[in-house]
């Protein structure tokens, strides 16, 4: 099997189990995005639903 294939199958099995997770509290129930959002440095912004994909690649570009 591909790294890619084991990646995606890894991180498809993740995105199950993290959705199984109780929610918490809603946070920031004013941005016209939620209850996605995203934490900057300084703040929070509004934001869709991430792909955990792009959330990979974003952090990866902090390494």
Do not use: C
């Not at 920031?28 to 703040?43: G, I, Q, V």
């Amino acid at each position: 099997m591909r790294l890619h294939d084991l990646l995606e199958k890894y991180l498809n099995s993740l995105e199950v189990a993290v959705a199984k997770l109780p929610a918490y509290a809603p946070h920031f129930p004013a941005l016209p995005t939620f209850p996605h959002h995203k934490h900057t440095r300084d703040t929070v912004i509004a934001h869709n639903k991430p792909n955990l994909l792009d959330i990979l690649q974003e952090a990866a570009g902090w390494v």
